[in-house]
């Protein structure tokens, strides 16, 4: 029966976080739009990887079957990083990544932010982000861009725990949906305390069940 609820706990808490795929990796899922943050509508993805340079970050917007909008009144992608003292937000160096499918980087412009004093609008998550993409993609849904890669970094290297949350997001992001829908505004919410404390709760049972099971196999061995 121990062993039971020890798995039982291992299952509940891998559930309620899927752990990345690798431990470089962290994504958020871009699942509150302008009308109802609670929906569990899934519009694309955000992904960081900070294991491919070191002190960079590579970040992925994927959006199938949706597609950025070519609207002009928001942006691909804005997000923050953490201050390194004051109100000023640090400087970023951001590099478009190569084309691939449903992706062509000349259909998006890094905003300037160079000197990190920049805010840029993101209706109704926000209107102090102080990074942003745009798609200059003008005209409806021109472009059909479903995908964004961009690299970034600052002085002194770039962390995935350097991202920081406004309002309670991590990123936002405006959408065409696809297909023939509206162009809105969603966003990455930031993980509930809840789910992280099912996760850490499944990693003690994990713990708790495998230190189980070796005092059981050294007992028969004696």
């Not at 290297?157 to 936002?172: I, S």
Request: net charge negative; aromatic share 10%; charged share 10%.
């Amino acid at each position: 029966m121990k062993r039971f609820l020890l798995g039982l706990a291992v299952f509940a808490g891998m559930a309620g976080l899927a752990a990345p795929a690798s431990a470089n990796i962290v994504s958020y899922t871009l699942n509150c739009d302008s009308v109802a943050c609670s929906s569990p509508t899934s519009y694309g993805t955000v992904s960081l990887n900070d294991g491919v340079t070191a002190g960079h970050v590579v970040v992925t917007v994927s959006l199938d079957p949706n597609t950025f909008a070519g609207t002009g009144a928001g942006f691909a992608i804005n997000w923050n990083i953490v201050t390194t003292g004051g109100d000023t937000a640090p400087p970023l160096t951001t590099v478009l990544g190569a084309a691939t499918a449903g992706y062509d980087p000349s259909h998006f412009t890094i905003m300037d932010n160079t000197d990190g004093t920049k805010l840029y609008k993101a209706s109704p998550f926000g209107d102090t982000w102080e990074y942003a993409i745009e798609y200059n993609q003008q005209g409806g849904n021109a472009g059909n861009d479903t995908k964004l890669v961009f690299d970034v970094t600052k002085a002194g290297g770039l962390l995935l725990t350097d991202f920081q949350a406004l309002n309670g997001f991590m990123f936002a992001v405006d959408i065409w949906q696809s297909p023939g829908g509206p162009t809105f505004v969603v966003a990455a919410k930031v993980p509930e305390v809840q789910t992280w404390l099912m996760f850490f709760a499944g990693l003690v049972g994990l713990t708790a069940l495998v230190l189980t099971q070796r005092r059981r196999k050294f007992a028969r061995a004696v």
